[in-house]
């Protein structure tokens, strides 16, 4: 596992409920919209739900582009946090917007992170449509350099 100064925030939220701010004075980061991806939101029975629950993640993986969608996010990342990594550079936000910012852009949110874990301590998520939930990471908020 990576110990750098690298910190990797990753947000999800909605275009209806949000403009998105930089909170780390280095810009708002990477933005990916997850419209292109077909919505569980639409399902009647999966409104309440969110890119957490096993049903949507599960929708997500089988009935629609997500696998491939994320695979190409993957991808960009991995060149990103490289070059970051080495020309020192101390904070990378990567933003996941979808309709809601329930279903699609939590699922993706929640997906990057488990992958940059595994490599980099300072990986965290907010999620900005999402209630307070116990269990669901809190994100102090980064400033400096």
Known sequence: MSDTGLKILIRSF????????DDTGHGI???FDMRAVDNPGRIDHMKVLSGQDAEVKSYLEEKTKMPSFLDHVKGLI?????????????NLTINF???GGQHRSV???????AELSKRHKQVMTRHNELPEVE????VPQFGGS
């Open 14 to 21: 909605s275009y209806k409920k949000r403009t998105l701010t």
């Open 29 to 31: 980061g990477f933005v």
């Open 78 to 90: 991995d060149i990103t946090v490289t070059n970051f990594l080495e020309r020192g550079f101390s």
């Open 97 to 99: 917007g979808c309709t």
């Open 107 to 113: 699922y993706m949110a929640e997906k990057l992170a």
């Open 135 to 138: 269990g669901r990471i809190t």
